[in-house]
């Protein structure tokens, strides 16, 4: 299994990025992103399910992030993140729900 994330980089307070991850062969799997900031515990971000019947978000970036899916292309997922903070500078990793599978991670840094 195999996860594969890009989109990160560097934005000022404010702005906007999109992080994709690619999970060809799970497309009856939910999916689910997670940062880590530096000195800090990975936390849960936003999850979707395989056929959207339930799509959440955590308090912290609720009304400013957006997740969706598209099966149809290597089931990707995307992670669409608007008026970027600098809180939410840390590394985002895409999640296979309920296995050990993680991607690579990709750097996301929000200047103030």
């Known amino acids: 299994a195999q996860l594969v994330e890009s989109g990160g980089g560097l934005v000022q307070s404010g702005g906007s990025l999109r992080l994709s991850c690619t999970a060809p062969g799970f497309r009856y799997s939910g999916i689910g992103w997670f940062r880590q900031a530096p000195g800090k515990e990975r936390e849960w971000v936003s999850c979707i399910s395989p056929n959207h019947e339930y799509i959440l978000y955590s308090d912290s970036v609720k009304g400013r992030f957006t997740i969706s899916r598209d099966n149809a292309a290597e089931n990707t997922v995307l992670l669409q993140m608007n008026n970027l903070k600098p809180e939410d500078t840390a590394v985002y990793y895409c999640?296979?729900?309920?296995?050990?599978?993680w991607g690579q991670g990709t750097q996301v840094t929000v200047s103030s």
């Open positions: 999640h296979l729900l309920g296995t050990l599978t």
